[in-house]
């Protein structure tokens, strides 16, 4: 095992506050006072976020799967006051430590508008961060953009966004900081273009909307795939960038459909009359291929540490994610 340690932790003190400290606040109800047990559990939660590191998450487990064992029912009083908090601190805990992902990855393939199927893309690893990679593409005048996929909603657990992949900033975090990159990358006069997107009624959350540059473009999309019955496509041409950083959620539909191509919900392919059993005639139909960044002739940067997926769900071959070892945790 290396020196290297992923936080995998997501529950702060402050977050455990929600279960009530009786001790400090007086008896809550029926609630009651803490054990010495779930005193416990605090102090040395408090003890890891002082030095996270491997020796205090796990001294963390140990106490905190000892509180469950022995007081069930004061962990279960807990959590649901605390709106789940034991629990996650619990799968937390549980989470197994995989080995570090690269930093970021170059995402290619052949230009190709006729495909018919998900994009066999060639993943180029890199250890630069996505800003790193950004400043070289902008730097050199081929051009990056940003695109930012329906990050709206509350529940930013559900979404991935608190994911700690690499042990230090959230998913969030990471996608401030490109936002802010491409606000300001300090050189050139060329602005780096951003579109966001968000399906039907939804709103951008203010951690994302107050970063967005002024001249973001904000597009809504009828389905999955950002270029499928939108004008992305011709918005990105007009820009002339060769690289674009996608991010946002859910990175095993929205983001992958966008990068990777989908069946279109808009465009219809073909139409066809079959009979049923009973001899009655059936319409069916079959949907185009909407291609993707990748087969637009795009080259994508993109990584685990800015992809939300949810739960934190690893990123799926299946959705065309091509294999990027750790870096698919």
Not at 86 to 104: A, F, I, K, W, Y
């Amino acid at each position: 095992m290396s020196d290297y340690y992923q936080n995998l932790v997501t529950v702060t003190v402050k977050d455990f506050e929600a279960t009530g400290n009786a001790n400090r606040g007086g008896v809550l109800g029926s609630i009651g006072w803490d054990s010495n047990l779930l005193a416990t559990v605090r102090s040395t939660l408090a003890a890891y976020w002082r030095a996270p590191g491997r020796a205090t998450q796990a001294e963390l487990k140990r106490v905190v799967l000892c509180w469950k064992a022995e007081k069930p029912s004061e962990f279960s009083k807990r959590d649901a006051i605390g709106n789940g908090v034991c629990t996650r601190l619990v799968d937390d805990l549980g989470t197994p430590e995989r080995n570090r992902g690269m930093q970021s990855v170059i995402l290619r393939a052949e230009k190709n508008l006729a495909a018919t199927d998900l994009t066999v893309g060639y993943a180029q690893q890199e250890e630069l961060n996505v800003v790193s990679l950004m400043t070289h593409a902008h730097a050199s005048g081929q051009g990056v953009g940003v695109i930012v996929i329906d990050l709206y909603g509350t529940d930013f657990r559900a979404q991935g966004l608190d994911r700690r992949y690499d042990g230090g900033n959230t998913v969030l975090d990471n996608m401030i900081d490109v936002l802010r990159f491409a606000c300001n990358p300090g050189f050139g006069s060329r602005q780096i273009p951003v579109f966001n997107f968000a399906m039907g009624s939804g709103t951008t959350i203010g951690e994302i909307a107050r970063e967005l540059p002024d001249w973001t473009v904000t597009i809504k999309k009828p389905t999955h795939n950002s270029f499928d019955g939108t004008v992305l496509d011709e918005e990105m041409q007009k820009t002339a960038c060769k690289y674009w950083v996608i991010f946002g959620f859910n990175a095993n539909q929205c983001v992958a459909a966008t990068i990777f191509g989908s069946k279109s919900t808009t465009v219809l392919k073909s139409e066809t009359t079959v009979m049923d059993g009973l001899g009655r005639p059936q319409k069916r139909y079959e949907m185009a291929w909407c291609p993707g960044a990748l087969d637009r002739g795009y080259s994508v940067i993109t990584s685990r540490l800015i992809l939300a997926s949810q739960s934190g769900t690893e990123l799926s071959q299946k959705e065309g994610w091509p294999p990027l070892g750790s870096s698919n945790w």
